[in-house]
């Protein structure tokens, strides 16, 4: 959430592992969007995100590489270290009781130490794998994407939108801060329906917007319904626009629009995207 308690950023296992704004859809003033598509969806740009994206991830990946390196080198060392403390000759420990149970203690610690060291090079391995998967499919990105055509998604709730798409400033803080998606006016337990047709990715908690559901459908287009509080769906299951997949916390509901642009793709305005 930021500071105005609006939610500011998404991120599940089915966004980006780096989230940067790219072109957006245009807001009228009033925020409801305008477009003068007709019935298609309006080309997003995304070469300047996606050369953005690839650029933290270049960095990211220099990073990693330096600590797998540096853990590399302290694990020879524990290595080394473990080694020489078990060749320690054994007649005299027995005749000593201090020295025998400083070395136990040694031997201990050190075998700690390079078990902690395993897992945290595994740990990295991981994120630096990761770095390279998501690399590759943000350059395998289309350089433009297409939005949905205005008026083509339905409305998780009825209720009109009372937190714009777009850059606001904090009430508290007075720090502008980018709302990548709206809220929709609702009432506790109402129904929540899915804005299109698709599969779910993931359905369950998100930090900032309670329990979510992320959608996939045509088009490489990614929706995230939000601030429910249960869902009926779960990840894998086949939805059609306006079947239910959960009834909503409080007064509003969450909804974000992503297009293309890799893994997690670039957040568009949802408001001229739903039905009146």
Do not use: C, Q
């Not at 055509?149 to 720090?175: C, E, K, Q």
């Not at 059609?240 to 007064?251: E, F, L, M, Q």
């Amino acid at each position: 959430m930021g500071a105005g308690g609006r939610p500011v950023l998404v991120a599940a296992t089915a966004l980006a592992v780096a989230s940067i704004a790219g072109v957006a859809w245009a807001t009228s003033p009033s925020g409801e969007g305008s477009s003068a598509s007709g019935d298609r969806g309006v080309p997003v740009a995304t070469k300047t995100s996606l050369r953005a994206r690839l650029d933290v991830l270049d960095k990211t990946e220099v990073i990693l590489r330096d600590k797998i390196d540096l853990r590399s080198a302290e694990l020879a060392g524990r290595v080394r270290t473990l080694y020489k403390l078990s060749r320690t000759g054994w007649a005299p420990l027995w005749l000593d009781g201090e020295r025998r149970g400083a070395l136990v203690r040694r031997r201990g610690f050190a075998g700690r130490l390079l078990a902690r060291d395993v897992r945290e090079l595994g740990i990295l391995r991981d994120e630096l794998a990761a770095v390279e998967r998501n690399r590759d499919r943000y350059r395998a990105a289309p350089a433009t994407a297409v939005a949905p055509a205005p008026g083509s998604l339905v409305r998780p709730v009825p209720g009109p939108i009372v937190s714009g798409f777009g850059r606001y400033v904090g009430r508290r803080t007075g720090t502008r801060l980018m709302a990548r998606g709206v809220e929709l006016s609702t009432a506790r337990g109402r129904p929540v329906v899915a804005p299109a047709a698709g599969a779910i990715e993931y359905a369950g908690p998100l930090r900032g917007l309670g329990t979510v559901v992320v959608s996939r459908h045509a088009g490489d287009v990614l929706t995230v319904v939000g601030k429910l509080s249960d869902t009926t769906v779960r990840a894998g299951d086949a939805v059609a626009a306006g079947d239910a997949i959960g009834s909503a916390r409080g007064p509003r509901v969450y909804l974000e629009v992503r297009v293309g642009a890799g893994p997690g793709g670039l957040p568009v305005n949802p408001a001229p995207l739903l039905a009146r």
